[in-house]
């Protein structure tokens, strides 16, 4: 019996709210349509989508406040992966509650699809009384951070945040909930020591894995490794089933060269959660590392199979099952893999990425005039690119450069790496060991170093212009500074502060502004969790409404 005391209320909170069906089948697609209407339901606010294709067109143009989304869904994307691409696109807000209904009952399923944050699992046959339970509940809930997912909504997180304080201060039932949403505000403010205060006293009064996590990221942007390992295998040790816990200790191994113990927590991971493109891609990656080149390729076909469908499909995957192949001794199948990358990918940057694989495999096959040719064309696109590869791929694609002759084009991209990432002590130590590897060792020391000194003084030299008053001058020495250094975001953080200065002391000028900001989407995109991107967006922010 549902425990309202009369149908009134419990129709007039389902009157006027939208809903959006997926399902394959069109009788299930009708029951679930009777059920609503049941509930009281507006049948004109219910649309209904018979594959994932369909519903993520439907999300892309209306916003609902229920999705109700089966599982299966025949050929195409499956229910886990609608919600896995309207998460990662943002089809989808706070308001919205989303309910996966399913005959599946597998761990699979259900810890592959809870990684996405579907706000409840309904098991078939559905019931309209636990329906209408389930959902008055999670509008209940929903309710209670309305105002506050509007702050968000609008990207006003101080606003969101001193919600949540005066929330926190009667709503002993969202508590925890109210904690922890405050903790994450505060990091995307650039309130690292306030987070830290939240965090800890979560953790002095309950054992809360995503507390214990978020000590632990913030101890690595610290530079405290060693801590943040501690943090981490308490949080995997006490919580087995919490998968940020495994993939951020994973990580943190890897920093501190525990690749071994990397792999064996993500083989874990990946045991309670078989279904993640891109947790299978890392267990590829440093499978293929430790040269467990049988497991390694396992791992990236899975990924590539799981990512086929997948808003997150990687060309990664492909690159890694290529390089196992080459690793293998079957340099045919490494370039047929290769040739599905390019047919399956037409963007610049994986067509960098896939020649300097191809090069790699006729080097290692011992075909010198075919890897010489490709690292030709290679040269050729480096002159013209526009986007970064990531520092990995630029390290390959110098040691081919070099392997085929091309020295002046590997030292030049060495440069610039160095020039990108002056502060990244294991990278510059990884250019270090490239150069060793093409006996150039002494001279590549000092090409290092002159390099990093170049851009860290090159960064600087515009904030102190700035301090100067020589603003102008200080805008044009960053622009060149960023045009020499694309892919260093303290020039980017660096540029945007004396953009920002400019604005605060002149006024407004839409052009400035936006190039502040672009600046700043750019630098987060390249260091993610700076705390300089929330206080030069809050700078940049009041110098336009003052």
């Known amino acids: 019996m549902y425990p309202f005391q009369s149908q009134e209320p419990e129709n007039s909170a389902f009157d006027g709210k939208t809903f959006l069906i997926v399902d394959d089948f069109n009788g299930m697609r009708s029951i679930l349509r009777d059920m609503l209407r049941g509930c009281g339901a507006n049948m004109k606010l219910i649309d209904t989508a018979n594959s994932g294709v369909e519903a993520i067109s ?20 499956n229910g886990q992966q609608v919600l896995e691409e309207a998460r990662h696109r943002q089809l989808i807000g706070p308001a919205c509650a989303w309910l996966m209904v399913t005959a599946e009952k597998t761990n699979d399923v259900v810890m592959g699809t809870s990684e996405y944050l579907p706000d409840a699992f309904i098991l078939k046959p559905v019931t309209e009384a636990t329906f209408r339970l389930r959902l008055t509940k999670i509008w209940a809930k929903k309710a209670a951070f309305s105002e506050i997912s509007e702050r968000i909504d609008r990207d006003d997180y101080p606003g969101a945040i001193a919600l949540c304080d005066q929330r926190l201060t009667f709503d002993k039932a969202n508590e925890v909930e109210l904690l922890k949403l405050k903790a994450q505000l505060l990091l995307k403010c650039g309130k690292h020591d306030e987070a830290r205060s939240v965090f800890e006293q979560v953790s002095a009064e309950r054992d809360l894995p995503w507390a214990k996590v978020g000590l632990a990221k913030l101890r690595v942007q610290e530079g405290d490794l060693g801590g943040a390992k501690s943090l981490l295998e308490e949080a995997v040790a006490n919580n087995r ?43 590829g990656d440093i499978s293929l590392k430790l040269g467990k080149l049988e497991r390694a390729e396992k791992a990236f076909k899975k990924s590539m199979n799981l990512g086929e469908h997948s808003v997150l499909k990687s060309p990664d995957s492909y690159l890694g099952l290529a390089k196992t192949c080459s690793a293998q001794n079957n340099p045919g199948e490494a370039l047929r893999v290769l040739e599905t990358l390019n047919k399956n990918f037409d963007d610049e940057a994986v067509r960098i990425k896939s020649l300097t694989a191809e090069g790699m495999v006729h080097h290692k096959s011992g075909q010198v005039a075919a890897a010489r040719e490709v690292a030709q064309k290679l040269s050729r696109q480096l002159a013209h690119a526009s986007q970064n590869v990531g520092s990995a791929t630029t ?122 900001h672009e600046a700043l989407a750019e630098a987060n995109r390249l260091a993610p969790g700076e705390k300089r991107f929330a206080q030069l967006m809050a700078a940049l922010d009041a110098a336009l409404h003052r």
């Open 58 to 77: 439907l999300l892309e143009n209306k916003k609902y406040d229920v999705v109700l989304c089966d599982y299966n869904l025949g050929q195409g994307k």
């Open 395 to 516: 390290l390959e694609m110098a040691q081919l450069l070099f392997a085929t002759g091309e020295k002046d084009a590997a030292v030049n991209l060495l440069k610039q790496e160095v020039k990108n990432n002056p502060e990244n002590t294991r990278l510059l130590d990884q250019v270090k060991q490239v150069f060793t590897g093409a006996k150039m060792g002494e001279q590549g020391d000092e090409l290092v170093e002159s390099s990093r000194k170049a851009a860290i003084e090159q960064m600087n030299r515009g904030v102190l212009l700035v301090s100067e008053g020589k603003i102008e001058e200080a805008i044009t020495w960053m622009r060149e500074a960023r045009e020499a250094m694309p892919s260093n975001a303290r020039v980017l953080f660096n540029l945007a502060h004396v953009l920002i200065t400019r604005l605060q002391k002149m006024g407004g000028d839409q052009a400035i502004a936006a190039e502040a």
């Open 241 to 283: 089933s919490y998968l940020e816990a495994y993939d951020s200790l994973a990580q943190v191994y890897q920093a501190l060269a525990m690749d071994e113990q990397a792999e064996q927590v993500l083989e874990q991971a990946a045991r309670l959660s078989p279904n993640s493109v891109l947790r299978q891609k890392e267990l």
